[in-house]
């Protein structure tokens, strides 16, 4: 029985204990690490701990555990049991994993895999992570899905008019200039934020670190499917696709495209805006040479989720898990 009154495997053997947080490239650095170790030292697990500036879920104080890494099942469910009683002593009433301390960085677990292989920045896990957390009384918060849309040459049928209505009011749509970087991304950021504010576990991040994050996949980018919607030079629509470069990687001709970030600011003023930046971007894409699109990473039942349900066939699904937490004090803020 640990100190928050859960129970865990046989554990005389095993032993948790904290250590240094490592650094790493986490938007939001961590509050704790912990790992399991065997009887002669070896390390079977590990994670780190968020307990600071945590996204709330229905109204409750959380925690995070992320970073999660096991090699041994009696291991990991230790671990996480160790990692809510830290937790839960630090004043957190519900915990939330796998999140590297937001949604700008890793977070949820492959749940359903199916047999298409990975895609260019697609998180992964193994099979038996998700079935730890579940024996150690976590269940799916967030359902999530990609999809593949096997054939470009799909048209959408509204976006001609969208267009026009927009162009009226007047929205243009261009590609994004990677040599003016630091200027697209400090009028990009304000678009983001708002745009996301209203999504499950979202956090806001300053100007410095969604840069920071841009500029990593600028060497990756095609210009020319990135695109960005704007009203009197101000942006109110964003649709970010990249190649898939892991199929390169497996020595495939890179034929697809990964939608990664599709984002329009709220209001009925924009409605239909992120819908026509996709089907201008498809129809760049296909003159490009990509044939095949993955919808990346769309929470379940969202616009972007019922929008690519029309074109595409679900490749994968993930999930984000929690549970509540028994109180321990609130001692440690």
């Given at each position: 029985?640990?100190?928050?009154?859960?129970?865990?495997?046989?554990?005389?053997?095993l032993?948790?204990?904290?250590?240094?947080?490592?650094?790493?490239?986490?938007?939001v650095?961590?509050?704790?690490?912990?790992?399991?170790?065997?009887?002669?030292?070896?390390?079977?697990?590990?994670?780190?701990?968020?307990?600071?500036?945590?996204?709330?879920?229905?109204?409750?104080?959380?925690?995070?555990?992320?970073?999660?890494r096991?090699?041994?099942?009696?291991?990991?469910?230790?671990?996480?049991?160790?990692?809510?009683?830290?937790?839960?002593?630090?004043?957190?009433?519900?915990?939330?994993?796998?999140?590297?301390?937001?949604?700008?960085?890793?977070?949820?677990?492959?749940?359903?895999?199916?047999a298409?292989?990975?895609?260019?920045?697609?998180?992964?896990?193994?099979?038996?992570?998700?079935?730890?957390?579940?024996?150690?009384g976590?269940?799916?918060?967030?359902?999530?899905?990609?999809?593949?849309?096997?054939?470009?040459?799909?048209?959408?049928?509204?976006?001609?008019?969208?267009?026009?209505?927009?162009?009226?009011?007047?929205?243009?749509?261009?590609?994004?200039?990677?040599?003016?970087?630091?200027e697209?991304?400090?009028?990009?950021?304000a678009?983001?934020?708002?745009?996301?504010?209203?999504?499950?576990?979202?956090?806001?991040?300053?100007?410095?670190?969604?840069?920071?994050?841009?500029?990593?996949?600028?060497?990756?980018?095609?210009?020319?499917?990135?695109?960005?919607?704007?009203?009197?030079?101000?942006?109110?629509?964003?649709?970010?696709?990249?190649?898939?470069?892991?199929?390169?990687?497996?020595?495939?001709?890179?034929?697809?495209?990964?939608?990664?970030?599709?984002?329009?600011?709220?209001?009925?003023?924009?409605?239909g805006?992120?819908?026509?930046?996709?089907?201008?971007?498809?129809?760049?894409?296909?003159?490009?040479?990509?044939?095949?699109a993955?919808?990346?990473?769309?929470?379940?039942?969202?616009?972007?989720?019922?929008?690519?349900?029309?074109?595409?066939?679900?490749?994968?699904?993930?999930?984000?898990?929690?549970?509540?937490?028994?109180?321990?004090?609130?001692?440690g803020?």
């Amino acid at each position: 029985m640990t100190a928050d009154g859960e129970r865990v495997p046989n554990s005389s053997r095993l032993r948790v204990e904290a250590c240094e947080v490592a650094g790493g490239a986490d938007t939001v650095p961590a509050d704790a690490s912990l790992r399991a170790l065997a009887e002669d030292g070896t390390a079977l697990a590990s994670c780190a701990l968020w307990w600071r500036a945590t996204p709330l879920h229905q109204g409750k104080r959380t925690g995070l555990i992320g970073r999660y890494r096991c090699a041994d099942a009696r291991g990991g469910e230790m671990l996480i049991a160790r990692a809510c009683a830290v937790l839960a002593r630090h004043g957190c009433e519900f915990a939330l994993g796998p999140m590297d301390g937001s949604t700008w960085d890793a977070y949820r677990f492959v749940t359903l895999r199916g047999a298409a292989p990975r895609f260019f920045l697609e998180p992964d896990n193994d099979d038996d992570w998700p079935r730890q957390f579940a024996r150690c009384g976590f269940a799916p918060v967030a359902h999530y899905v990609s999809a593949l849309q096997e054939d470009l040459r799909v048209e959408e049928t509204r976006s001609g008019r969208v267009g026009a209505r927009l162009a009226r009011e007047g929205v243009l749509v261009r590609s994004i200039d990677p040599r003016r970087l630091g200027e697209e991304l400090q009028r990009l950021h304000a678009l983001v934020m708002a745009g996301f504010r209203s999504q499950p576990y979202f956090t806001p991040i300053g100007e410095r670190a969604f840069a920071q994050r841009f500029a990593a996949l600028l060497p990756v980018l095609r210009p020319e499917i990135v695109l960005v919607a704007e009203r009197s030079r101000l942006p109110v629509a964003l649709f970010l696709a990249l190649p898939d470069l892991e199929q390169a990687r497996r020595g495939e001709r890179v034929d697809t495209a990964i939608v990664k970030t599709v984002v329009a600011l709220p209001g009925r003023a924009y409605a239909g805006v992120a819908h026509l930046l996709a089907a201008r971007a498809t129809a760049v894409a296909r003159e490009a040479g990509f044939s095949r699109a993955v919808h990346a990473l769309m929470r379940a039942g969202n616009a972007s989720a019922n929008w690519s349900a029309r074109s595409g066939a679900t490749l994968r699904r993930y999930a984000l898990f929690g549970r509540p937490l028994q109180s321990a004090g609130a001692g440690g803020r």
